[in-house]
């Protein structure tokens, strides 16, 4: 069974950081992964989708990266802004057209 | 396109009673998935569809709940009786299959209150 791993649960850094919030998966045998980003009381919206065959992708200061064989996926964040403050959530997908497995997120704070 | 529509966005109710929770996938999806999220467990699946057919259903709780999908551009969740422990955010997703990216879209969700 897959199981989607998110640590640390929270973290607050100070306006401006670089920043890497990591993500582990324990069954290598993936289709996609996908980084989400949740707002308080909102829904869920996509930030990135990497193909089991892709090692990264990047949309403005977002940038995910896959290492499929050790079971690992990091989400970087250049130059963090207030406005980056929300829950990040990644998911696996085990084949095509099958089912999203979340990681519990991480509450991300960042100071002004 | 308007995206994933829910409704409705808020829900209280009283122990006991049925609810029915509805969704509008995004046009042309052929793929659709409830969700439920709490603080203890996070994103759990509940069922999801392909092309209106529920192709996995082991993530829903018990036979109080109950999901449907009649046509492509409408799922329903219902649970009867509703049950305190049932309070959460319910999200219902949609995407496309049969491409490369598989990408989900969620919906805003149902927060349900069962007192």
């Known amino acids: 069974k897959q199981e989607v791993t998110q640590i640390p649960a929270a973290l607050s850094v100070p306006e401006g950081e670089n920043l890497v919030l990591n993500c582990s998966f324990t069954?290598?045998?993936?289709?996609?992964l996908q980084w989400f980003r949740q707002d308080p009381g909102k829904g869920l919206t996509s930030l990135l989708l990497?193909?089991?065959?892709?090692r990264e992708q990047t949309s403005g200061r977002l940038n995910a990266s896959l290492d499929k064989s050790s079971g690992r996926s990091t989400l970087y964040i250049a130059a963090s802004q207030p406005g980056d403050s929300a829950t990040y959530l990644c998911a696996v997908t085990g084949a095509a057209n099958s089912k999203l497995t979340f990681g519990k997120g991480i509450t991300l704070s960042v100071r002004p | 396109d308007a995206g994933v529509i829910q409704s409705p966005r808020h829900e209280v109710t009283e122990m006991g009673q049925e609810v029915t929770l509805r969704c509008k996938p995004i046009s042309g999806h052929n793929s659709l998935f409830w969700y439920r999220q709490t603080m203890m467990r996070g994103l759990e699946l509940l069922i999801y569809?392909?092309?209106?057919?529920?192709?996995?259903d082991s993530g829903m709780p018990e036979d109080r709940f109950s999901a449907k999908m009649p046509n492509a551009s409408f799922s329903t969740l219902k649970i009867q009786p509703s049950e305190p422990r049932d309070s959460a955010v319910y999200f219902c997703a949609s995407r496309t299959t049969g491409t490369s990216e598989n990408e989900q879209f969620f919906g805003p969700g149902t927060r349900l209150t069962v007192l």
């Open positions: 069954d290598s045998a993936i289709y996609n």
């Open positions: 990497i193909q089991s065959s892709q």
């Open positions: 569809f392909n092309n209106n057919v529920p192709i996995d």
